[in-house]
């Protein structure tokens, strides 16, 4: 079994920087795609960005060049760098993390810009 534990999230202005990071622990074998998604009042879950074992990244659009994904593979942890936020980056941002064949969610951590 793997256990998520997400830390980083808060309140920030318009503009301001976050870092959310998400480090796996357990019975851990191999660790495959590591990501972030966020979900936000309303909406449906969409992913953020994705970090796969290799160090390829994929992001979705409103967040290219502002948000910066990152792992460490001893650490088993994954970092969300967010750059100037705006507004609608508010949301609960969860981890995902694909190990030994299943997949694994954190518990979410919430992420709030003020205007």
């Known amino acids: 079994q793997v256990q998520l534990v997400e830390s980083g999230g808060g309140l920030v202005q318009a503009g301001g920087s976050l870092r959310l990071a998400c480090a796996a622990s357990g019975s851990i074998f191999d660790i495959n795609a590591m990501g972030w998604y966020r979900q936000a009042p309303g909406e449906q879950r969409e992913l953020v960005a994705l970090?796969?074992?290799?160090?390829?990244?994929n992001y979705v659009g409103s967040v290219k060049g502002r948000f910066t994904i990152s792992r460490d593979n001893v650490k088993n942890t994954v970092y969300l760098q967010m750059n100037s936020l705006k507004p609608e980056d508010t949301a609960v941002y969860y981890c995902?993390?694909?190990?030994?064949?299943?997949?694994?969610w954190g518990q979410g951590t919430q992420v709030t810009v003020s205007s």
């Open positions: 970090i796969t074992s290799r160090g390829n990244t």
């Open positions: 995902h993390v694909d190990a030994d064949r299943s997949g694994y």
